[in-house]
């Protein structure tokens, strides 16, 4: 049995496992599996229109019965600097001359937008049971019209402070995200990333800090961590990393093949790829000019001069400048389906329990 049925009871999942939303490697094949397993499958959405999002939850409501997690970026968007940004595009002409790209050429801006108008009314149109934000809350009108829709709202901390805020201004559900963990920085009420403690020492402090249910994420991607997680107080687990060599994830093979050979010392924190700290596995662009680079245009604006790379490199077969976003515990993942990994998990996990009972 799960000494914490909290998110079982809240979310209506079979396990208490939710499926980190990762940008760019989970659409609805991962979705519905990871639900088909007993977790709770999370939609990104911040990185698509409000019709491809519909579209997407439209093909899970097909599938599946289970529950959804629309999760969605709310930072405040700064303009493009075009100063900056022609510092940037200098910074890397040495890569666009080796892959004899024109630099003179038009780009496609990064697109990673905030919550919207736009992506409220899909939300209150297809009434998903979860909606999860990343670097905060929305202005507190759509936080009310989202909860207005009969949605839970669950949201990332990084220190208890984000996480005593989070409770104040609406979240039902709280992620504590500790520093292991893959993909963006959570953080929205500190911008100092040397002082983000470990998931293991962020959880039990947030637990005690607030009264909703906390969902621990970070270096989490076996039974082990999933037992010391709740050890902890947490009433569930949110894992990304293990999930991302499933053939059900959108990881490219040459990607594929870094995470397969990544180490608990592979990944680094870098803003080298979208100009806002996110923890991934090294790869070129990160080691040469990073991994924390004061030339990085801010958020998401200096991912807009890696895309022509990032494409012509793809092409290669290499991953020098491809977002190879990954925890700590990136070499426990294990090549299996997602409905099977997601069972395997909880298994060893409740197996733990029984042991730890006995």
Known sequence: ???????????KTEFPIVLAPMAGVVDAELVIAAAQGGALGSLPCAMISAEKAREQVNIIRQRVTAP??????????VDAD???????????????????????????AANRAPFDEAMCAVVEELKPEIVSFHF?????????????????????????????????????????????????????LTDNIAQQPGTFALVPQVVDAVRVPVIAAGGIADGRGIAAAFAL???????????????????????????????????VITNVMTGRPARGVANRVMR??????????????AATALGPLKVAAEKLGKVDFTNLWAG??????????????????????LARFGALGG
């Open 1 to 11: 049995m799960w000494p914490d049925r909290r998110i079982i009871d809240l979310f």
């Open 68 to 77: 959804v997690n629309m999760n969605f970026f709310c930072h405040k968007p």
């Open 82 to 108: 075009p100063a900056r940004e022609a510092g940037w595009k200098a910074r890397l002409a040495t890569y666009y001359k080796e892959l004899g790209i024109d630099p003179a050429a038009p780009i496609n």
């Open 136 to 188: 905060g809350l929305p202005d507190p009108a759509l936080v009310k019209r989202v909860k207005a829709a009969g949605c839970l709202v669950m949201s990332s901390a990084t220190i208890v402070k984000e996480a005593i805020w989070l409770e104040e201004n609406g979240a039902d559900v709280i992620i504590a995200q500790g520093a292991e963990a893959g993909g963006h920085r959570g953080m929205f």
């Open 233 to 267: 107080g947490a009433s569930g687990v949110q894992i990304g990393s293990a999930y991302l060599r499933c053939p059900e994830s959108k990881v490219m093979g040459p990607a594929r093949t870094a995470l397969a050979q990544a180490n608990d010392d592979s990944t």
């Open 288 to 301: 040469e000019v990073g991994p924390i680079s004061p030339d990085a245009p801010a958020f998401p604006h």
């Open 328 to 349: 700590q515990a990136v070499r426990m993942g294990r090549e299996m389906p997602a409905a099977e990994l997601t069972r395997s998990l909880a298994g060893a996990a």
